[in-house]
Every structure is written in structure tokens, then in C-alpha cells.
């Protein structure tokens, strides 16, 4: 696939380098500029895209060592990167981010990024997961703030895949070296997939700006089925079997989940050999099997180094109707704590210091000193919504 938009794929904090290293294994990860940034010196030397392409952030604070878990260690570290990335991503077309959401710095560290594609008016997409029910309340805690307050209000297209299910494929007896790596796998070909789908489908390609459009109206929920055929397929059975495939993939949670979908995004890739009776077939098939009023983004490329192999990706996207982003993850209520916004992070020009409380720290269990609807137990820096430096 030759593609004429230069897209970069960028993984954070220690998910995100696993993830861009699967992503730089992948042959059609040729079409792509792929970055790792992490605060954590061993997480970058275990990636596996070219050094030239990594970036320790936040040295002076972290010393290479992460950010211990702390989401606001995250964003202070990154921040102090901020002016290597906007170089970094500057002359991109489109940016896809990934990351694990849950820890310090990809958690602290994309709403950043985000602010930063924001400020260059770079289109981007963020793939991130969300921890474990194992990993417990407080990770998920952190990784919902993250979403709720800071990434879906700042980012235009946000999809969010929960480790549970990206787990849930995998047999019982798999060690968990090997189950993580399977999930970034799987993670990986979810961004390349949709990196492909934007990248000039050379016979159709997606806009996106109707991806943006369709992401931003309400909290959604998303799945991923991805169906292959071979050389190995008989020619005349390829098209069902790429459907029937992409139907029985694992992260795409059964037929159901197309069923019930309210939009669909399904990029089509092929050998040279991929007819326009081939696309018609499968996308009257995916719109067969889709609701009436389900909306449609299509993409078709080919690519000869393909042969006659085939890979059909489909995004399933059903909106949330309450559209209420009280608890994203259905974490239990947190109880006192009133978050407030941050206008200024959310319009964008803030440096990314999120002046939220993530956690009332020792005063967590104690009732909150509430005076004029404010929480007195919150920092005065925090309740006055004072800037400070980013760490430059
Ligand atoms: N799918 C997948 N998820 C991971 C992996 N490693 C960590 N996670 C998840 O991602 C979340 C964040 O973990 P990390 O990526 O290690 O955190 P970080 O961004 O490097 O943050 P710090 O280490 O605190 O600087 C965790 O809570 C896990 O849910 C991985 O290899 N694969
Ligand atoms: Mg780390």
C-alpha cells in the first residue's frame, strides 16, 4: 500500500512501547513513523522500533526510573518533554496514540499529547486500554478520571478497549509474559488496522473529519473484529470466509456486537487481485448484517505485496444513549469527592499540568471539610485553579 498521508503511531509509558514494538513487527507497519515516549529508561530500551524514534521524556524529574504509578508525576514529566514532542509531531497529518491507562505516565502523559495535536490542529486518534478489574478500584479510578475529565473532553476520537476482554480470549493456562504479549498483539493490529483505514485507501479511502464527527457525539463503546484469508483459501470462497472471520474474532464479541451497533468503520485491504465486486460483496454484507440507520465508513486498499491475501478490520461503535459520563468504567461511586473541571486543560492551551485531585491522599478516608460547595481538603493551588510552571 502506497499511502500520500504521513501518519505517525505513537505508544506511551510501558503498554504503549510494547504496543509500537508488535506495531513495528508488522510488515505494513513500513507505511507508518513510529515513536515510543516513556519516563522510564528500561521500557524504552526494550522497544523495538529504531532508537532514533525514541524519546525519554521528563529526565530531570524521573530520572529514567517511570513515575512509580502517579498519574501527576505522569503529566508533569511529559510536560517537560512537551517542546521535543510538538518538533517531533509537527508535519504529520494524522497521529495515533496508544498507551495503558491506569499508571503514571501514559496516563498523564496522553491528555498532553492530546493538548499538543490540539494546539497544531493535528488530527489524532487514541487507542488506550483500562486496567484490569484485578489490578483494583484505585488504577481504575485514575484511568476513569483520565478518560472522563481530560481525554474525551480534549481528544476527538477515543477509543477505549478494556484489558478484561482483551484477556478474556485467552485460555487459563497462558503465562502472563505471554497473555500480555498476546494482548498487544492484539492491540496492535487494532492501530495498524485503523491507521490503514486513513491512510489513502488507494481505491476508497475514510475522512476524518466523519470519524471525528461520529466519536465526538456521545460516550461509545467499542469492538474490533479482524478476519484474514490466504493464498492457502479457495478464490471463491474468500470473500465469506473473510466475514465469516472477521465474525468469529475474539475482540469483536459476537455477531451481536454488529448487530447492535450504531456505527461501523470497515477497512478492506487487499493483493492486487481484489476486485470491485469483491468490496461490494463485503460491504452490502456488513451493511446486511448492520441496523438500518447504522452509519458506514469504508476504506478499500491494495497492496501487491499482499497477493492473495486479504484483511478485513471492522469497529463497532455503539453509543452510550444517557450520554452520561458520570462513571465511564462503572467504577463505584468515589463517594464525597467532587471533581471539577478544568476549563483551561479543556480548551486546550493549558500545559498539561491537570489541576484535578486525582486523590485526597491521607484525608481520602475522612469526611470532606466542605465550605461554599468547595472541598477544603482539595489544595488551594487546585481549588483556585492556579497555573504553575510545567516543569520546563
Ligand atoms: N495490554 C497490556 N496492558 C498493559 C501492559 N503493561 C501494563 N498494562 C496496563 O497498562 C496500565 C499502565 O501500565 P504501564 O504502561 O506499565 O504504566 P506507565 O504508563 O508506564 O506508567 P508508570 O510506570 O507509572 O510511569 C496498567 O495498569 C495495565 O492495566 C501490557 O504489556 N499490555
Ligand atoms: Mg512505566
Redesign the pocket.
Known amino acids: 500500500m502506497s499511502t500520500n498521508k504521513k501518519i505517525a503511531i505513537l505508544g506511551?509509558?510501558?503498554?504503549?512501547c510494547?504496543?509500537v514494538s508488535e506495531i513495528h513487527s508488522l510488515r505494513q507497519a513500513e507505511n507508518f513513523t513510529i515513536f515510543a515516549v516513556?519516563?522510564?529508561e528500561h521500557?524504552l530500551a526494550e522497544c523495538s522500533i529504531p532508537e532514533q524514534n525514541k524519546l525519554l521524556a521528563g529526565a530531570n524529574w524521573?530520572y529514567g526510573q517511570?513515575?512509580?504509578?502517579?498519574a501527576m508525576?505522569?503529566s508533569r514529566a511529559i510536560s517537560s518533554s512537551r517542546t521535543q514532542m510538538e518538533n517531533m509531531l509537527s508535519g504529520f497529518d494524522m497521529i495515533f496514540f496508544t498507551?495503558?491507562?491506569?499508571?503514571?505516565?501514559?496516563?498523564g502523559?496522553l491528555p498532553v499529547l492530546s493538548s499538543v495535536v490540539k494546539k497544531r490542529k493535528i488530527p489524532a486518534v487514541f487507542v488506550v486500554?483500562?486496567?484490569?478489574k484485578m489490578?483494583g478500584l484505585s488504577?481504575q479510578r485514575t484511568?476513569e478520571a483520565a478518560l472522563k475529565n481530560e481525554l474525551y473532553p480534549l481528544a476527538d476520537v477515543v477509543l477505549a478497549l478494556p484489558?478484561d476482554l482483551?484477556f478474556s480470549i485467552l485460555p487459563g493456562n497462558v503465562s502472563l509474559d505471554e497473555a500480555?504479549?498476546t494482548?498487544?498483539r492484539q492491540?496492535a493490529k487494532c492501530v495498524i488496522s485503523l491507521a490503514m483505514i486513513f491512510a489513502g485507501g488507494n481505491l476508497l479511502s475514510a475522512n476524518y473529519s466523519d470519524l471525528a464527527e461520529l466519536m465526538q457525539k456521545k460516550k461509545s463503546s467499542v469492538s474490533i473484529g479482524i478476519g484474514l484469508c490466504s493464498a492457502k483459501d479457495a478464490p471463491e470462497e474468500k470473500n465469506s470466509l473473510l466475514i465469516e472471520r472477521m465474525l468469529q474474532s475474539p475482540l469483536l464479541g459476537g455477531i451481536k456486537k454488529i448487530k447492535d451497533s450504531h456505527a461501523v468503520i470497515a477497512s478492506l485491504l487487499g493483493g492486487q487481485n481484489l476486485t470491485s465486486a469483491d468490496c461490494l460483496h463485503i460491504f452490502d454484507k456488513i451493511r446486511e448484517i448492520t441496523p438500518e440507520n447504522c452509519q458506514q465508513i469504508h476504506s478499500v486498499s491494495t497492496d501487491e505485496s499482499l497477493g492473495d491475501s486479504a484483511i478485513l478490520s471492522v469497529i463497532t461503535v455503539k453509543f452510550d444513549e444517557s450520554n452520561d459520563f458520570e462513571s465511564v468504567l462503572g467504577v463505584p461511586d468515589e463517594g464525597k469527592i467532587t471533581r471539577r473541571k478544568n476549563t483551561d486543560t479543556i480548551s486546550g492551551e493549558q500545559l498539561g499540568l491537570p489541576l484535578d485531585a486525582l486523590s485526597r491522599g491521607i484525608m481520602e478516608h475522612t469526611a470532606a471539610t466542605i465550605i461554599n460547595n468547595e472541598d477544603m481538603d482539595i489544595p488551594t493551588f487546585q481549588r483556585l485553579q492556579r497555573k504553575i510552571d510545567a516543569g520546563k
Open positions: 506511551i509509558g510501558q503498554a504503549g510494547r504496543t516513556d519516563t522510564d521500557s524521573r517511570g513515575c512509580g504509578g502517579n508525576a505522569g498507551g495503558g491507562l491506569g499508571r503514571g505516565s501514559a496516563t502523559g486500554t483500562t486496567p484490569f489490578e488504577k484511568a484489558n482483551l500480555f504479549r494482548s498487544n492491540i
